[in-house]
């Protein structure tokens, strides 16, 4: 007699889980006329699961009536990063041991990508990114990568909100140009990092893909070594790579 409610529970949990992924879509805010489109989800259902999650700190409603995520999620995301960076690092370790060069591993984080683990090169020139730093999405090969398996309009979101801050001389700063370099990621499967974020340094990177969340995983290093012919060893290694992540992050449910 009791699967019935089990099973309303289940659902309740499923409900309450796609609203916090439907806001974190929207950059971490939304309103509920927004989440009322963006979910098939009735409005009474909403209204009834944001009141539980905000009573439970999950959920923070502002002054202007809109929803956010809210605080008690941060630890939940700080433990599952460490969780994921030390699932990759063994990943990463094997592409510096195969490519001589500084291999790192990045999420989607709000309007911008969070660097969750790093392997660094044994190279006394090499690059080092510190684990928890957060970078702009148009201005690296993570960033680009992830923008890549993301829809147009959530792109054009996530820039508007983040802006598009310069570097180099090489960064990207208009969206018509992000677009065009995004379309020849898709093509080929990989972004390239071309002294965009810094001068002297080049990077390829790869979405991982079917990732829980928009992730990527990268290769990088002074120009004078990462070079094209570089590049020819590189892409396989860092596709099997980005493969093997996939197979380790993969829903199983017993």
Excluded: W
């Excluded at 956010?68 to 700080?78: A, D, F, Q």
């Excluded at 909100?161 to 080929?188: C, H, K």
Aim: charged residues 20%; glycine residues 8%; proline residues 5%.
């Amino acid at each position: 007699m009791s699967e019935p409610k089990a099973a309303s529970g289940v659902q309740s949990v499923e409900r309450a889980f796609e609203l916090l992924e439907v806001i974190a879509r929207a950059g971490g805010e939304a309103a509920l006329s927004e989440l009322a489109v963006d979910t098939p989800l009735p409005l009474p259902t909403i209204h009834r699961l944001l009141r539980t999650l905000v009573g439970i700190g999950y959920v923070r409603q502002l002054a202007n009536r809109r929803y956010s995520l809210g605080p008690r999620l941060i630890r939940l995301g700080e433990v599952a990063n460490r969780q994921l960076g030390a699932l990759a690092t063994p990943v990463l370790k094997n592409l510096v041991n195969t490519l001589g060069e500084s291999a790192n591993i990045a999420v989607l984080d709000g309007d911008m990508v969070t660097y969750i683990a790093q392997a660094q090169s044994p190279q006394s020139m090499r690059m080092i990114t510190e684990v928890g730093r957060r970078s702009t999405l148009h201005g690296t090969g993570v960033g680009k990568a992830i923008l890549s398996v993301l829809d147009d309009d959530r792109v054009r979101r996530l820039v508007d909100q983040a802006g598009m801050a310069v570097y180099t001389p090489n960064t990207i700063t208009t969206v018509s140009r992000l677009f065009a370099d995004l379309e020849q990621i898709r093509r080929r499967g990989y972004a390239i990092d071309e002294e965009e974020q810094e001068l002297g340094v080049r990077c390829f990177a790869m979405a991982v893909p079917g990732a829980p969340t928009p992730m990527a995983i990268s290769i990088s290093g002074p120009v004078t070594r990462v070079t094209e012919e570089f590049a020819e060893r590189a892409i396989p290694e860092l596709r099997n790579a980005a493969q093997q992540l996939s197979s380790s992050l993969a829903v199983r449910v017993d």
